[in-house]
């Protein structure tokens, strides 16, 4: 079964709003990432955050790490159209090998 | 820059045909990870190794086969294609599972369609 699931399936925007994706796992982990796929290409890893870090940020993502809640998000500031893509989260459990992917957030930003 | 390689990026075949896909990677990583993305279930995983030779099951390993004949090299093969194994499958790699970094570097994937 699926690790991460994702919320919402689906969101669209308008150029320079934010995007908030959700993200909820089962199990405990050693760490969370998020990744994104532009249509019918390969996944490209954005961020990662580890099991004992709360809030990490690379340019214009904010990634939160709630493990209490097994929750995490992911912000996109001022988003552009070409953030247009799907989001997806990826859990890692401790002494696992496996990566777990959910099934994604698409996402659209209308210029 | 960092580089994983499919050998094709869409691919038409037969039921009943074998099927090669290919993956190779340029980063001397030691694991690489196969699986096949369908819509609404995300991606999925069918075989990963951890070093040459080695091969483990992931989630679906059913009709499916691999191989790792060499480090940069990947094989995922499909013994007997069947339509339920039209995908898209992608080929990723990591550095180190034991290592609490693994982010994956993914190919572009392989857009397969069984006839």
């Known amino acids: 079964s699926q690790q991460g699931e994702e919320d919402p399936q689906a969101l669209s925007i308008q150029e320079g709003e934010n995007a908030t994706m959700n993200c909820s796992y089962k199990t405990s982990i050693n760490n969370l990432q998020w990744y994104r796929q532009n249509s019918g290409r390969g996944l490209v890893h954005l961020i990662l955050i580890r099991s004992n870090e709360r809030e990490k940020h690379s340019g214009r993502l904010r990634v939160t790490l709630d493990t209490s809640k097994k929750s995490s998000s992911l912000l996109i500031t001022a988003s552009r159209a070409a953030d247009t893509a799907s989001y997806f989260c990826a859990t890692r459990g401790a002494g696992g090998f496996k990566t777990i992917f959910g099934a994604g957030t698409r996402l659209f930003v209308k210029a | 820059d960092v580089k994983v390689t499919q050998s094709s990026r869409y691919l038409v075949k037969r039921t009943g045909e074998k099927v090669f896909l290919e993956c190779v990677q340029d980063?001397?990583?030691?694991?690489m990870f196969w699986y096949r993305q369908d819509p609404g279930l995300g991606l999925r995983l069918i075989y990963f190794s951890y070093d040459v030779k080695m091969k483990e099951k992931g989630d679906i390993p059913e009709g499916y086969s691999v191989s790792r004949e060499k480090k940069e090299r990947f094989s995922l093969i499909l013994e007997s294609a069947s339509t339920n194994q039209t995908s898209m499958y992608l080929c990723?790699?990591?550095?180190?599972?034991?290592?609490?970094?693994?982010?994956?570097?993914f190919g572009p994937g392989t857009r397969l369609t069984v006839l």
């Open positions: 980063m001397d990583h030691e694991n």
């Open positions: 990723a790699s990591t550095l180190s599972t034991g290592g609490s970094y693994n982010e994956q570097f």
